[in-house]
């Protein structure tokens, strides 16, 4: 990508007649609209994938369903189940009413479990108490100084205090790398990791390469062997309040 735009920019200092830069524009940007739509297509697919398996795993059938539709089945039949780990009636009820419930009584859980006191406080505070807490106590794992913070800061701090960590776990150098580029180190890492656990052929194909191919030749396999990308993220009550706040 930044030989091409090195090259238009030669272009525009070279070429001064107007059609022939607007033509090597047109094109570069063809190019980089194309180069896009690639990438977006291929998020698609994987996308795809991870619903169709997830279904499948709960008995959905896929055939002939896009993915709004089995997004749609696999999120009616984990809140339901997830109900009825946690003694909620489902009956008569609708899957936003019922995800509604299923979270507050994740959350009045943990906040037992974390002794927070649970006396008069809506679901929404007590699920803010909860998530710093929780917060509060990965900050102490991982070493990071809470002092002057408030929990934005902290969650930054905290979520690169992790990649850094994940990071280091891998054998991955974090010198001079921000969050972004050790996302992609440890996606790269993880990946290579997965293909040789899968007996796949790594020899002069990059990362890019082998998640295409684990995703669209080996997905199965490697959701049954409970390898990247679909290991279970550990911490989901906090990665899931996170999202959420996220969102809004």
Same mark, same amino acid.
């Given at each position: ?15 001064? &007649?107007?059609? +022939?830069? &607007? ?27 991870? =619903? ?5 795993? %709960? ?14 089945? *696999? ?27 299923? /979270? /507050?009584?994740? @959350? ?7 002794? @927070? ?29 809470? +002092?002057?913070?408030? *929990?934005?800061? %902290?969650?930054? &701090?905290?979520?690169?205090? +992790?990649?850094? $960590?994940?990071? $280091? ?9 921000? @969050? ?6 440890? !996606? ?9 656990? =899968? ?10 390469? =082998? ?19 679909? @290991? ?6 906090? $990665?899931?309040? !996170? ?6």
């Amino acid at each position: 990508m930044k030989g091409l735009i090195t090259l238009m920019a030669m272009s525009l200092m070279f070429f001064t &007649s107007a059609p +022939s830069v &607007s033509a090597f524009y047109k094109g570069f940007a063809e190019d980089l609209q194309s180069e896009e739509q690639t990438e977006d297509a291929r998020k698609e697919t994987y996308h795809h994938i991870f =619903l169709e398996l997830e279904a499948e795993e %709960l008995g959905i059938e896929t055939d002939g369903k896009d993915k709004e539709q089995l997004h749609k089945e *696999v999120a009616e039949i984990k809140i339901k189940q997830s109900a009825e780990e946690n003694g909620i009636e489902t009956e008569g009820k609708d899957v936003r009413e019922l995800a509604k419930e299923v /979270h /507050h009584a994740e @959350v009045k859980d943990k906040a037992e479990e974390l002794g @927070v006191n649970q006396d008069g406080k809506d679901p929404q505070l007590l699920a803010e108490e909860v998530f710093e807490t929780m917060l509060k106590q990965r900050a102490e794992e991982l070493g990071v100084d809470q +002092s002057n913070k408030d *929990v934005e800061e %902290l969650k930054k &701090s905290v979520m690169k205090a +992790s990649i850094d $960590n994940e990071a $280091n776990t891998l054998g991955i150098d974090t010198k001079e790398k921000d @969050v972004l580029e050790l996302k992609k180190a440890i !996606h790269e890492q993880k990946t290579i990791q997965t293909a040789e656990a =899968l007996g796949m052929e790594t020899e002069s194909k990059d990362a890019e390469t =082998l998640f295409d191919e684990i995703m669209t030749q080996h997905a199965k396999e490697a959701k049954e062997q409970k390898l990247y990308p679909f @290991v279970k993220k550990q911490g989901k009550f906090f $990665n899931d309040y !996170h999202m959420r706040k996220k969102q809004k």
